[in-house]
């Protein structure tokens, strides 16, 4: 199975400190949605893997979650494309939870529900370190965007020797390309 597991905010949606709360500032980074289609197009089964403690913050409810996530698969479905499932957790980082990134838990219920024994070389694609650090654990070939925090991150790489031979792309729309090229 040709797999991709993506990060949400800053990745496909425009990010923010002050958390993404309702659909209307859920926003799509230029790109993104294109390029998930151009995933879809070339046989790439797409999957989103995102924390959200805004959730668990009281910031906003499951049913505005559930109308982000819903914008987003319109907006792709409306480009010929699919999100094929997506993974979110409702954890503050103080829960100590082993859903949320950089542990691997949402990963672990990927691989469960696709029916993959293990996720070796399926590309996960973030913009922090910690959402690379999670596809590490489970084999994964990390993949840097430089939206979001992406560029922070890039700058931090060098501390983890695990993500010592992560692929670095200016945004989901290069990285794409460089996947649907080269697989």
């Known amino acids: ?15 923010s400190s002050a958390y993404i709360k309702t659909v209307e500032e ?3 980074l230029p790109g993104s ?14 999957v989103v893997a995102t924390n959200q403690s805004g959730l668990g913050r009281g910031l906003f409810g499951l049913d505005d979650l559930e109308a982000m996530h819903q914008k987003l698969r319109d907006k792709v479905e409306n480009l010929g494309g699919q999100v094929a499932a997506i993974y979110y957790c409702p954890h503050t980082p103080d829960a100590q939870c082993s859903c949320r990134k950089p ?3 949402m990963l672990e219920a ?3 529900d696709f029916g993959l024994s293990d996720l070796n070389g399926i590309h996960v ?8 650090q999670a596809g590490i654990v489970m084999g994964c070939q990390p993949v840097l965007v430089r939206t979001g ?3 922070k991150a890039e700058a931090e790489l060098a501390k983890d020797p695990r993500l010592a031979n992560t692929l670095v792309f200016d945004d989901l729309a290069d ?3 460089f996947l649907t090229e080269n697989r």
Do not use: C, H, Y
């Open 1 to 15: 199975m040709k797999l991709v597991i993506l990060d949400r905010d800053g990745v496909i949606n425009v990010d």
């Open 26 to 28: 859920w926003q799509p």
């Open 33 to 46: 949605i294109e390029a998930i289609a151009k995933l879809t197009q070339a046989g790439f089964t797409t």
């Open 103 to 105: 542990l691997p838990g």
């Open 110 to 112: 990927i691989a469960s």
């Open 125 to 132: 694609i973030g913009d922090s370190l910690r959402d690379l």
């Open 149 to 151: 925090k992406g560029s």
């Open 175 to 177: 990285a794409v390309n």
